[in-house]
């Protein structure tokens, strides 16, 4: 299902523009949805993935010329080659969207805007189909809400890749797949990103964040984070969520709640109030 702005075809519907205040049925058999910036993917239960929305920057992977489509279209490069997808992300900022997935053969692949190498390092240009990437033994892949991917591996090591301005490789000095270093003996066993940030949460339930706070404590502070720290706030989370503002589930003494920090303009932290929570 669906709802929400259309102005590209993102809603799925079979029409391009107008706002659907009520959710509409999209398709059937899905087993994960991701959306991104003015387009959706989504998988199904047979491993296939389906794209639809913008593609100003190929972030369909369908290889198609149109500048939108309004209906799902499944990414035939990975059923035409027998590939199976177990896990999908969409991320990418304006129209400058791209996607990730992730075969049973724990590869990853990648499309859509390469403006900052969120797609590839071997060059700047767009890719309107999936490309394979280098990495391999892959668990998990997070699409940011900008244009830095991200990736863990079966041993709880976080790779990034991608743009590095606010330090959202978690370093100065950042290779073209960069490791995120957690500490000595943190072993992370989930990601998340949102707008030029990005969270882990070790086997001991403890949550490391880092890159920009974008001035409205999206990290839990107001100044940008140029390393992973621990953000003791939310220790004892079992899932977070990121974004301008970012969601936890669970935490220190709030087993099952939901906590919130970063930008709350439209009450977005569910707290009863407009004020940034930082």
């Known amino acids: 299902y669906s709802w929400g702005n259309n102005t590209y075809g993102q809603l799925g519907l079979g029409y391009t523009g107008g706002i659907e205040t009520a959710p509409q049925k999209v398709m059937t058999n899905v087993v994960k949805i991701a959306a991104g910036p003015y387009f959706a993917v989504a998988l199904d239960k047979d491993g296939k993935v389906y794209a639809w929305g913008d593609n100003y920057s190929g972030q369909l992977g369908t290889g198609e010329s149109a500048v939108t489509v309004n209906i799902p279209h499944e990414v035939t490069s990975f059923s035409d080659n027998e590939i199976k997808i177990t896990d999908i992300s969409a991320g990418g900022y304006d129209r400058y969207g791209f996607a990730l997935a992730l075969t049973?053969?724990?590869?990853?692949?990648?499309?859509?805007?390469?403006?900052?190498?969120?797609?590839?390092?071997?060059?700047?240009?767009?890719y309107n189909v999936p490309t394979l990437t280098s990495l391999t033994r892959i668990t998990e892949v997070s699409a940011g809400d900008y244009a830095t991917g991200y990736a863990?591996?079966?041993?709880?090591?976080?790779?990034?890749?991608?743009?590095?301005?606010?330090?959202?490789?978690?370093?100065?000095t950042p290779a073209a797949v960069s490791n995120v270093t957690l500490g000595s003996g943190n072993r992370a066993v989930a990601i998340d990103s949102g707008y030029a940030a990005a969270y882990a949460i070790t086997a001991n339930k403890r949550?490391?964040?880092?890159?920009?706070?974008?001035?409205?404590?999206?990290?839990?502070?107001?100044?940008?984070?140029?390393?992973?720290?621990?953000?003791?706030?939310?220790?004892?989370?079992?899932?977070?969520?990121?974004?301008?503002?970012?969601?936890?589930?669970?935490?220190?003494?709030?087993?099952?709640?939901?906590?919130?920090?970063?930008?709350?303009?439209?009450?977005?932290?569910?707290?009863?109030?407009?004020?940034?929570?930082?």
């Open 207 to 278: 949550v490391y964040g880092w890159g920009a706070n974008n001035g409205v404590g999206t990290l839990g502070s107001t100044a940008s984070v140029t390393y992973p720290v621990q953000l003791t706030a939310l220790d004892g989370t079992v899932a977070v969520a990121g974004g301008l503002t970012t969601l936890a589930l669970g935490g220190t003494d709030n087993n099952g709640r939901i906590l919130a920090a970063g930008l709350n303009t439209s009450g977005q932290a569910g707290r009863g109030d407009y004020a940034n929570v930082a």
């Open 104 to 126: 049973e053969e724990m590869m990853v692949y990648a499309w859509g805007a390469n403006n900052l190498h969120q797609v590839s390092a071997l060059n700047a240009q767009s």
């Open 152 to 172: 863990l591996t079966e041993t709880g090591t976080v790779k990034a890749w991608g743009n590095n301005t606010h330090r959202e490789h978690g370093t100065a």
